[in-house]
């Protein structure tokens, strides 16, 4: 089984802080995501790679920036956390083109 | 602009019971789409999908059907049970987008028993 791990379950940083949100995947997958999910929104793409030291911006790439130095490790940078940036970040793997996404647990967040 | 849209925040189901969870979606370039299914402090969990040849794709329990004239598409699950109550999100993508996929708002189901 795929096997998507983000490093923390719960967050709490302050208001300016810089934030590192972590994810490994096991399954040599080429594709990578980070999501946020809020209330009525659904998940919104934040961003996306398909290969290492690739990114793309998804739809919501303000206030974010990413890493991808190793192919199974994808990295959310928050440069100075906003309280609008409270909420809980999803990433996901998948094998290659538009196929099915493998989601971790998930990482909620709360700027104070 | 959302271009997957679930307008129905919730819906509640007897056991036994059909259950039909509807998705709009607007860009017509879409030609995969799934759905995912999310119990509290989990991530979601891929369900079900259909490609835009197929009209209906059925596993078990579970049926999507797209109408792709109408850019709607539906989930069906016959009968529902009770560990069947969580969100369910509609996602779609495209070859053309740079394999991004699109989710819509979410759909919460509660199955009575």
């Known amino acids: 089984d795929v096997k998507v791990t983000q490093s923390s379950r719960y967050l709490v940083k302050r208001t300016g802080e810089k934030v590192f949100l972590e994810c490994v995947q096991d399954?040599?997958?080429?594709?990578m995501f980070w999501y946020r999910q809020d209330p009525g929104l659904g998940l919104r793409l934040i961003y996306f790679?398909?290969?290492?030291?690739?990114?793309e911006k998804g739809d919501i790439p303000e206030g974010y920036s990413v890493s991808r130095e190793k192919k199974e490790r994808f990295s959310l940078i928050l440069e100075s956390a906003s309280t609008n940036q409270t909420s809980m970040y999803l990433c996901?793997?998948?094998?290659?083109?538009?196929?099915?996404?493998?989601f971790g647990s998930g990482t909620q967040l709360s700027v104070l | 602009d959302q271009q997957v849209k679930q307008n129905s925040p919730s819906l509640s189901v007897q056991e036994g019971r059909i259950s039909i969870l509807n998705c709009d979606y607007t860009?017509?370039?879409?030609?995969?789409f799934l759905w995912y299914k999310k119990y509290p402090a989990e991530g979601p969990t891929f369900l079900i999908s259909?490609?835009?040849?197929?009209d209906k794709n059925e596993d078990g329990r579970f049926t999507v059907f797209l109408n792709k004239s109408a850019k709607h598409l539906s989930l069906h699950i016959v009968p529902s049970q009770p560990g069947d109550s969580a969100v369910y999100f509609c996602?779609?993508?495209?070859?053309?987008?740079?394999?991004?996929?699109?989710f819509g708002a979410g759909t919460r189901l509660f199955v009575k028993a």
């Open positions: 996901a793997s998948s094998l290659g083109g538009i196929e099915k996404l493998f």
């Open positions: 399954m040599d997958h080429e594709n």
């Open positions: 790679s398909y290969d290492v030291k690739m990114k």
């Open positions: 860009n017509s370039m879409f030609d995969y």
């Open positions: 259909i490609s835009s040849i197929k």
């Open positions: 996602a779609a993508s495209a070859n053309t987008g740079g394999f991004k996929t699109i």
